[in-house]
């Protein structure tokens, strides 16, 4: 499949003036006057995702002026010191961890919710579905609101939200309130999946930014493998609000605002404050789309997208559906390890550790696919085609079936348990093999609607996450555990030639 001949024109049409901001003036890192065009590299998650697209995005025409601030080296934040960017990437990282760990904590406590609030499981699942629900609408908000008040406004109000949002949910008075805060925690956490990618962008080069983007990339799915290690009903949520109260401490003291455009108008506030001149402005000061017109516009866009080219429609799904059986397990390795091999919950917790091993593992071979990427890059001169992107995911789109066929036929009590969990560690290297490679051809091959695509992945994948953990109770009891994980594994098989 090729990215070209694109079937979404009126697509294009649509963010025509947009692109054509994006080439008009601004400056570079050394304050000469030129277009600022901040990269949208691959992005994670996600936990997605879009924001860092649409940095390319969101400069506007401005004429030339004396009095436009320029950037200096001791604002860029590319200037900074190895070591402070890498702490300010893992502390990223751990929040957009923090958010996802949340999601998956939710599979333990239902038993202790149905006992305690007199209620089934067809309503606790919703715990899960509705904070995932929430994962895939926060982006549609908090990337626009970020290009307006910057990364770090957005980070430290959304964090915030979620540490508040989060106590109702750990001191719940009645099933109703506890699922109303799940929706909304998940909500308010997702500036880490949709944001996040963007500062990881900002503070590295384009030559260097593929291992933190790996990294990146990886916190969001290892926080939902970690989740289900805290089995304690009780405490479940308690530990989360010490996780987000930390966390949220170290974005106010130690993660500073990497987005050049919000830096630049600071600076030129600063100075009409300091000189009384009111002459000084930035790029953003002249934005010309409004906040409500960037809000709709990001909402509208990518089922657009989705609708007219099916390159995206293909891919989204193929990442849906990848990230739908990562959700779907958290209901059903209490199924095979609880019910088929006699796993207490703390054990089942420790099952999935070995998804956490294959993603690791995943992310130990990055510098091989870098070294792969320069080679195919020298081959084409630097102009290397956008599908070259997917080898990785061809890589991924072999290893998950085979993974979720051997865990199949090795669920059975008589089988070691050993084997199935050798077996999700193959899965876990696929997720992110299958990930890193879609998000990084999205961002290559759209690139004039880069945000788009993203925001149109996301929604659609976190629908899916949303909505498997409801069947997957229903599915491995009626099908059994071989049946039904066979049937996810040849999901997965029709999924495979896509790239």
Same mark, same amino acid.
């Given at each position: ?22 080439? %008009? ?22 936990? @997605? ?16 002026d004396e009095y436009q601030v320029t950037l200096d080296p001791e604002d860029d934040p590319k200037k900074l010191s190895v070591g402070r960017k890498w702490l300010i990437t893992l502390l990223i990282c ?7 760990? %949340?999601?998956?904590? %939710?599979?333990?406590?239902?038993? !202790? +919710? ?22 895939? =609408? ?43 805060? *799940? ?23 384009? !030559? ?44 106010? +003291? ?51 997208? +989705?609708?007219?080219?099916?390159? /995206?429609?293909?891919?989204? =799904? ?32 420790? %099952?999935?550790?070995? =998804? ?14 870098? *070294? ?11 102009? $290397?085609?956008?599908? $070259?992107?997917?080898?990785?995911? =061809? ?17 059975? @009590? ?8 050798? /077996? ?26 880069? /945000? @788009? ?36 594994? !040849? ?6 030639? +896509?790239?």
């Amino acid at each position: 499949m090729s990215a070209s001949g694109h079937s979404f024109d009126t697509v294009v049409a649509d963010r025509k003036l947009e692109v054509q901001r994006t080439q %008009a003036s601004s400056v570079d890192e050394s304050g000469k006057d030129m277009a600022l065009q901040i990269p949208a590299p691959m992005s994670i998650n996600g936990d @997605s995702d879009s924001t860092s697209a649409r940095s390319s995005e969101a400069t506007v025409s401005v004429p030339d002026d004396e009095y436009q601030v320029t950037l200096d080296p001791e604002d860029d934040p590319k200037k900074l010191s190895v070591g402070r960017k890498w702490l300010i990437t893992l502390l990223i990282c751990n929040a957009a961890l923090c958010a996802t760990f %949340a999601s998956s904590i %939710a599979s333990f406590t239902e038993k !202790g +919710l149905q006992r305690d609030f007199h209620t089934v499981h067809e309503v606790t699942v919703l715990s899960i579905s509705l904070y995932v629900e929430g994962l895939a =609408m926060g982006p549609l908000l908090f990337a626009p609101l970020s290009e307006v008040y910057g990364r770090n406004n957005v980070y430290r109000v959304s964090y915030f939200l979620f540490w508040v949002f989060t106590w109702p949910v750990a001191f719940p008075p009645d099933i109703a309130t506890f699922l109303v805060f *799940r929706f909304l925690t998940g909500f308010s956490s997702s500036a880490f999946l949709s944001v996040a990618a963007g500062s990881v962008s900002d503070l590295f080069e384009n !030559g260097k930014v593929a291992t933190p983007m790996g990294v990146y990339t990886l916190s969001p799915f290892v926080g939902p493998v970690l989740g289900p290690l805290n089995a304690n009903y009780r405490w479940v949520y308690r530990v989360c609000l010490i996780y987000e109260f930390v966390t949220l401490v170290t974005l106010f +003291l130690f993660v500073p605002e990497t987005y050049v455009p919000v830096i630049l108008r600071r600076k030129a506030a600063r100075r009409r404050k300091e000189t009384g001149d009111e002459k000084f402005w930035a790029p953003l000061d002249h934005r010309d789309e409004s906040l409500s017109e960037s809000i709709m516009m990001s909402i509208y866009t990518p089922f657009k997208l +989705l609708l007219f080219d099916p390159m /995206a429609l293909s891919l989204n =799904m193929w990442n849906a559906i990848t990230l739908g059986i990562l959700y779907l397990t958290f209901e059903a390795f209490p199924i095979i390890f609880g019910e088929e091999h006699g796993f207490s919950d703390e054990e089942v917790g420790l %099952a999935f550790l070995g =998804m956490g091993v294959g993603l690791l593992a995943a992310l130990a071979t990055q510098g091989f696919w870098n *070294r792969f990427d320069r080679k195919i890059d020298e081959k084409h001169g630097g102009s $290397t085609p956008p599908e $070259t992107c997917l080898v990785m995911g =061809m890589a991924g789109g072999v290893l998950a079936p085979i993974g979720l066929f051997w865990m199949a036929f090795t669920t059975y @009590s008589a089988v070691p348990w050993i084997l199935p969990i050798i /077996a999700s560690s193959l899965f876990g290297v696929s997720i992110y093999y299958i990930f890193a490679s879609t998000f990084t051809y999205l961002t290559t091959a759209y690139r004039p609607i880069a /945000a @788009s695509a993203l925001a149109s992945n996301t929604a659609l994948r976190c629908s899916f996450a949303a909505v498997f953990p409801l069947f997957a109770v229903q599915m491995y009891h009626r099908l059994s555990t071989a049946g039904a994980t066979a049937l996810l594994a !040849g999901l997965m098989t029709l999924m495979a030639p +896509l790239p």
